[in-house]
């Protein structure tokens, strides 16, 4: 409810409804304060309807056609007629209705005032709403939440349309594309590349750096590219883009070595950028570097309201990961701050990543190379588990392995994962690696069989120096 006798006078003022948006409001009203709710389009925001949750149904549809294209080596008799794109579009678009329901659903029970319109920060304490309508209203908080997330990015020189698609487009394809370039091989072109492949669609990814997923530990890119060639998914290594042709058939991709690829679409994903501009922030004192709002590290931009309250930045416009997880872990630490607790900071190493191809990546704390940075090179242990090992693995047919990170007679600080599910296994990496367990702790503990989460245990007791069902 609004505070005071003002309508529009709240004690918070969150400008975008997404991950950390929402996730502020909602823990906000719960913690007793008024809260407005300011969003142009739909609540959820990029990952509910454009990002994880759509792309992670498609996926899953993909994993749907592998099984009927390969049951033949699990003894069941089965063929992959063809790819209903309208029929995989509604499974997608009805789990994303599923969940925007009950979103809606829960805001309103929170009492939280959604205003729907675009949100501009008029000045510290207000946030102006213009409406579909051309009307106008501008709400005032003792504090604001800037949440306003990001935007599929393409390159300088690089037009969209036509034939040259973003994320956002290609997660309405009707049909699937006979061939595909993708230009970014990032988690979000990896994702698409799987998917199509699996639909039966022939796939070229152009990265421009040197591996394939280039953030995550490298023996973690090895892996994948040598799990992509065996798919037939095609890749070019650290070669830049130049240009594009569009035809009324096509696309002709060129690098700047010369090569050139032909395919019906371009995929960009060259990944998303802050969405900041020409909202009021820089004007409102805000520090905005590459469009990013800098804070500090209780997320606060060193902005005062006249309230005495402060404005705060969350999620994908704060520098760092974007991912849903971490803004909506954001808006609820700042949420508890504003209503006066003293929550623990968020540590970004801790956050885990997954990346939802076939087969999967996931990891947790550090890799390698940076703990050997940080540490020092001889101050490292590391291992790699080998899912050959693992009774559930070998059930599923999958390949890959579990790489672990320690300080030497120290913590583990690095857990990186790569082969089918592996992404559900990545909850016990996270409490492993943010509690500073030794692998000694983990060792310790029994786990069950026959489940992949075993080969985290049999990993443990290999760094631990006592391997069990591993050649190391």
Not at 145 to 159: D, F, H
Not at 246 to 264: H, R
Not at 315 to 323: A, E, F, R, W
Not at 334 to 354: F, H, K, N, Y
Request: one cysteine or more.
């Amino acid at each position: 409810m609004p505070t005071h006798d003002n309508p529009d006078t709240y004690d918070v003022v969150v400008l975008g409804g997404g991950s950390g948006g929402y996730a502020a409001a909602l823990r906000a009203a719960q913690l007793g304060q008024s809260v407005a709710l300011v969003e142009k389009d739909k609540l959820g925001g990029t990952c509910l309807h454009v990002g994880c949750v759509p792309t992670k149904a498609l996926l899953h549809a993909a994993e749907v056609a592998d099984a009927a294209t390969h049951g033949a080596q699990f003894g069941v008799r089965t063929t992959l007629d063809g790819i209903d794109m309208p029929g995989v579009l509604a499974y997608k678009d009805s789990v994303v209705a599923g969940l925007y329901k009950g979103l809606q659903g829960l805001i309103a029970s929170r009492k939280i005032t959604v205003v729907e319109g675009h949100g501009t920060l008029a000045s510290p304490g207000v946030v102006e709403v213009t409406a579909a309508d051309g009307a106008t209203r501008s709400l005032t908080g003792t504090h604001v939440v800037l949440a306003t997330g990001s935007y599929a990015k393409t390159l300088p020189g690089l037009e969209l349309g036509g034939r040259v698609l973003t994320s956002d487009q290609a997660l309405t394809l009707d049909t699937v594309p006979k061939s595909v370039v993708v230009l970014g091989g990032g988690v979000i072109g990896v994702e698409f590349a799987s998917v199509w492949k699996s639909f039966g669609a022939d796939v070229q990814i152009v990265e421009a750096l040197p591996h394939l997923v280039p953030n995550e530990d490298v023996a973690l890119s090895k892996a994948l590219e040598r799990a992509f060639r065996k798919r037939g998914i095609k890749f070019s290594l650290g070669d830049r883009f130049a240009q594009v042709k569009q035809s009324d058939d096509g696309v002709q991709v060129e690098l700047e070595s010369g090569a050139t690829f032909d395919a019906e679409l371009l995929l960009v994903a060259v990944g998303r950028g802050a969405r900041t501009a020409d909202l009021g922030y820089e004007a409102a004192g805000m520090r905005v570097d590459r469009g990013f709002v800098l804070t500090d590290e209780l997320l606060r931009t060193g902005v005062a309201t006249p309230a005495g309250g402060q404005v705060w930045a969350v999620g994908d416009i704060v520098p760092g990961l974007q991912l849903a997880h971490r803004g909506f872990a954001q808006g609820i630490f700042v949420a508890e701050q504003i209503a006066g607790l003293s929550p623990a900071q968020i540590d970004e190493a801790t956050i885990p990543r997954v990346t939802y191809c076939e087969p999967e990546v996931a990891s947790v704390g550090v890799t390698e190379a940076r703990a050997a940075e940080l540490y020092g090179p001889d101050q490292v242990e590391t291992i790699e588990y080998n899912l050959a090992g693992n009774g559930k693995s070998k059930i599923l047919g999958t390949q890959g392995f579990a790489k672990l990170v320690r300080r030497k007679d120290g913590p583990v600080v690095g857990m990186h994962l790569i082969g089918s599910r592996v992404g559900e296994l990545i909850g016990e990496g996270q409490l492993i690696v943010g509690w500073e367990a030794f692998p000694e702790d983990v060792a310790s503990l029994v786990h069950a069989h026959p489940t992949q989460n075993e080969a985290l245990g049999e990993a443990h007791m290999a760094l631990a120096g006592k391997p069990l069902h591993a050649h190391n």
